[in-house]
């Protein structure tokens, strides 16, 4: 089964190694000076994984002042199990005894369910390793659409669920720089998707409120189509519309 890596803190998306659930990087926005930076999973309390997020900064001084300040931030921190950061705590907890460590991955605590949490340094820093729903754009992104006139169109985007658990979508969210966008049918909702398997999602791109000058002229659009769904994942379908606009509109 194909593993995603949701990777907003250090940005991108890669595939995994391991060979069950799904790893989600502990997430963390620090400031471009900062130094030092640990980022790791201790523990499992509450649903909720604990641990370490301290860093320093530097800084140089300013105008004379030749001398360079460095400021520390020993700091906890929690996130879900998706990896989203929740809190910052002050002060820097103490790292526990390491359950495994192996090829640069270092597992400090597993629950119940078998999620795990630590440091991993194919994703250079802490992760949590967790049973996911998960889904793939089937349809590519990243494409154009080129319009003959500002008629409306249908635009139909296909995704697989291709999680530990069946993926349940909530709500298809699409938007455009100046057309109306709507949602005309889903077969992704409300029934949740299976494992495995793929759904449909009818959209309505609707260029003609985009106003018309006094020559013809073409539009530029950019589309995206994201998805609140169970998933962690945070990947949006995008794709650019080529518009022909005439005189008036």
């Known amino acids: 089964m194909k593993r995603l890596f949701v990777l907003t803190a250090l940005a991108g998306v890669c595939l995994a190694g391991q060979s069950a659930a799904y790893e989600y990087p502990l997430q963390l926005g620090v400031p471009s000076n900062a130094r030092g930076l640990t980022v790791a999973g201790y523990a499992f309390k509450s ?10 900064t530097v800084t140089s001084g300013s105008g004379r002042d030749p001398r360079s300040y460095i400021t520390h931030f ?39 369910k078998g999620d795990t949490t630590g440091v991993d340094t194919a994703v250079r820093g802490g992760f949590v390793n967790t049973p996911s729903a998960q889904f793939s754009w089937l349809t590519a992104s990243g494409g154009y659409v080129f319009m003959s006139n500002q008629q409306p169109i249908e635009l139909t985007l296909n995704i697989q669920s291709v999680g530990d658990l069946p993926l349940v979508v909530h709500k298809v969210v699409p938007t455009s720089g100046y057309a109306r ?31 018309g000058g006094d020559n013809p002229y ?12 169970n998933s962690g994942q945070s990947t949006t379908f995008s794709e650019t519309v080529e518009v022909p606009i005439a005189p008036g509109g």
């Open 47 to 56: 649903g909720k994984v604990n641990g370490d997020c301290s860093y320093y």
């Open 74 to 112: 020993y700091q906890g921190c929690t996130w879900d199990l998706h990896g989203n950061l929740k809190a910052v705590i002050p002060g820097e907890p103490t790292a526990p005894t390491p359950i495994s460590s192996v090829n640069g991955l270092t597992i400090y605590a597993k629950d119940a």
């Open 181 to 211: 966008m709507s949602v005309k049918t889903t077969t992704c909702a409300p029934a949740s998707v299976a494992s495995g398997a793929s759904c449909a999602i009818v959209i309505t791109y609707d260029p003609s409120a985009i106003p």
């Open 218 to 229: 073409t539009a530029y659009d950019h589309i995206t189509v994201s998805l609140l769904s």
